[in-house]
């Protein structure tokens, strides 16, 4: 007799079920039509994209006339840097709106290196004239025309200074003498060229402007420059992680239950090197001088290991260990009597994942897609942002009604904002565009990220159903291994393409919709940051809260479904309606079995993490005397150290998610095994009898014909 209530209808005893369903059909067919349509449209944004974006924009700085500096192939490809006419105008609140300086700008080959007025080179050495020139615009009859000519028509610039190249812009040699006293090129003041003296701190401010819109790049290039010098030796820290990760799981295999108390006892200690580390540099650095400066009072600062320097980082870091290192201590505590029945659950795992042990080797794929997905996102994001056409703006010194006015270079000087406003030029200010594809560009970068989180999502369900389909077999085999069958994760993943390409997509369509609501509130809430509403960012907050409870949600939904839709092949609704229910009734499983493993196989990854982490930073940071020749010279050492970390997680997630996965599965069918069966001869069991012998069930012996 079934037992039905609140928590849906028991499974009832079916003779014939030995396993995931062979005899399917299609599942969610509209959905798999939506999602062929949605990637066509995909592929058509892509190529749209490819054949109006131009990459070279973010690349090379760009000239007032929208030329590339420096760009191959083109008469500028000898002239990588560029200048500024007038480096003060760079001072101008415009720079903060439009990241433009509101000044004439042209490529040249080298920066200026002394300095020199229009007047002075005008009446100097032909030498001196030559060397001007090559800072006034191209085919200016510089000989013929006079000084005042020159500027009014804005072909020359009135002065040059010392300068030097920094992000491909030629920036004044801003140097400071003792006392503080701020120069250029060893002056403090100077002439501008228009009978105006000007003092060098003018100049710094003015620097510091102009390099607003590229500090952030600066960062960026210092960061890439060491990827370049050290990403073969973060290949080899994640060349070590994947090994370490690889012993580990075939340890696991043969030494399950040694190696989950080991695993524990080195998480353990692994986190308190860590706190020692960090008080032993918190102490080293009790009286050094600017060691006790906060850091609120340092504010941002784009050397990060500025902030090594300072007691309070090392305190910060040690204080979150502590904690987080007390709250593993807690948990093992509480949960020490529920780690034999997951290790069990491990050790259970362990022998599927050993009879089948292609699916030690499927996260590559995964990893291959998911590769391929976020190659395409990227590039087409980067050719949408890069699409916009070359916008000109009138800029100007003096009142003039068409300030800030788009404008055409080709006809300004016949226009009427030139005849109104004579000392108005037309100057490039920023990329951007008017016309229809210009218009619904948000949403072609809206529609980039929303298929990307589709995609992804997609991807990593069928990761998910390819490999509960293989250890669904594995333990639904009465007589292991004999009646696993042959190749069960291609048959798996041929099964999930054939029929249920439409229940994955529309499980990962439902996951990308939370997901885009929380990327749309993270932006609101970056932009409300200024605000001074406080009942909008807390409302903004409990929204952000909710929607990230959400997502967790939908995640477990939907890869409990996954495993039933590979079992028995049903649509996605009625898959998570059946694994939900299965769930509801044996919560108190769920509470202890399936999460108490999830804790484990987590401080599996964090002691991998730990592992690589250490070791990659007391290399990178030239602490290990035997190798620190051989430690690249690096802006921040943090980079590859991070970057081995991250990457270090990721494929340890990689081959402890098959783990996860494996438990996962075997725990539904678990489940399943304890409502469908009850261990007579009729109705065994097919747990394995590690697994009878915790649970206290045993298994009837069919008795012997006469």
């Known amino acids: 007799m079934t037992k039905y209530d609140a928590r849906g209808e028991s499974r009832k005893f079916d003779p014939s079920f030995k396993g995931p369903i062979q005899n399917r059909s299609c599942t969610d067919i509209l959905c798999c039509i939506l999602f062929v349509l949605a990637l066509l449209g995909y592929f058509a944004v892509g190529i749209l994209a490819w054949s109006q974006g131009d990459p070279r924009k973010v690349i090379y700085p760009t000239d007032s006339r929208g030329q590339f500096c420096g760009q191959g192939g083109t008469p500028l490809q000898k002239k990588p840097l560029l200048f500024y006419f007038n480096i003060l105008k ?19 080959d080298s920066c200026p290196n002394k300095y020199l ?112 010098q050290s990403w073969h030796w973060i290949l080899l820290g994640l060349v070590i992680a994947m090994a370490i990760s690889l012993i580990f799981i075939v340890l696991l295999r043969f030494l399950a239950g040694v190696m989950v108390w080991v695993m524990i006892v080195l998480v353990i200690l692994v986190i308190g090197y860590g706190i020692f580390h960090c008080y032993m540099e918190y102490a080293s650095l009790k009286g050094e001088p600017g060691a006790d400066v906060t850091i609120h009072d340092l504010g941002l600062q784009t050397d990060f290991s500025v902030y090594l320097q300072i007691r309070q980082t090392w305190l910060a870091f040690m204080i979150i260990l502590a904690i987080v290192e007390v709250i593993i201590i807690l948990l093992l505590i509480f949960l020490r009597k ?99 594809y210009h218009r619904y560009l948000i949403l072609f970068q809206f529609y980039n990220v929303f298929l990307f989180f589709w995609c992804a999502n997609f991807v990593t369900a069928l990761g998910q159903i390819t490999l509960s389909g293989a250890f669904a077999s594995y333990y639904w085999a009465f007589k292991k291994p004999d009646d696993i069958p042959a190749y069960p994760i291609f048959s798996s993943l041929g099964r999930a393409l054939r029929y249920h390409t439409g229940s994955l997509a529309f499980g990962s369509l439902i996951l990308s919709l939370v997901q885009v609501i929380r990327v749309i509130l993270e932006y609101l809430d970056h932009k409300l940051k200024g605000a001074q509403n406080k009942f909008a960012k807390f409302l903004l907050s409990c929204m952000k809260c909710c929607f990230w409870c959400l997502e967790k949600c939908i995640k477990f939904l939907n890869r409990n479904a996954y495993i039933m839709i590979a079992i028995y092949g049903k649509n996605f609704c009625t898959s998570a309606r059946d694994a939900f229910f299965l769930l509801m009734r044996n919560i108190v499983r769920v509470a202890v079995l399936d999460k108490v493993t999830d804790f484990l196989l987590f401080l599996g990854k964090l002691l991998i993490v730990g592992i690589v982490g250490i070791f990659s930073f007391f290399f990178f940071s030239g602490r290990i005397k035997a190798v620190e020749d051989a430690a690249p010279s690096l802006n921040y050492y943090w980079v590859p150290i991070l970057t081995v970390v991250v990457g270090a997680y990721l494929v340890a997630h990689g081959f402890f998610s098959v783990y996860a996965m494996c438990v996962d599965t075997l725990f539904l069918c678990f489940l399943e095994d304890l409502e469908r069966n009850d261990g007579s001869a009729e109705r065994p069991y097919y747990m394995s009898q590690n697994l009878l012998d915790i649970m206290k069930k045993t298994n009837v012996e069919a008795k012997p014909e006469d």
């Open 90 to 108: 760079c001072a101008s609140p415009l720079v903060l709106l439009e990241l433009q300086c509101p000044t004439t700008q042209i490529c040249v």
């Open 117 to 228: 007025t229009l007047v002075k080179a005008k009446l100097g050495t032909n030498e001196e004239r030559e060397y001007y020139q090559k800072y006034c615009k191209e085919g200016v009859d510089f000989a013929a025309l006079s000084p005042p000519e020159l500027l009014r028509d804005g072909l020359c610039p009135a002065m040059l200074m010392p300068s030097k190249p920094f992000t491909r812009r030629c920036l004044p040699a801003l140097g400071t003498l003792k006392g503080g006293v701020v120069v250029v090129g060893n002056e403090t003041t100077f002439d501008d060229g228009e009978g105006a003296s000007i003092n060098a701190s003018e100049v710094l401010e003015a620097s510091k402007k102009s390099n607003m819109a590229v500090e952030a790049r600066q960062v960026a290039m210092r960061i890439f420059e060491d990827y370049t």
């Open 338 to 436: 529920r780690l034999l029945i997951a290790i069990a659950l491990i050790k259970e795992a362990s022998r599927a994942v050993g009879h089948v042990m292609s699916s030690l080797f499927y996260p590559l794929l995964t990893f291959a897609l998911l590769a391929v997905v976020i190659a395409y996102w990227a590039i087409t994001a980067v050719f949408l942002s890069t699409s916009n056409d070359q916008v000109y703006k009138v800029f100007n010194n003096s009142d003039c009604p068409y300030s800030r006015d788009t404008c055409d270079p080709m006809t300004f000087n016949t226009s009427n904002a030139s005849a109104q406003c004579p000392d108005a030029e037309c100057l490039f200010a920023f990329y951007g565009g008017e016309t229809v």
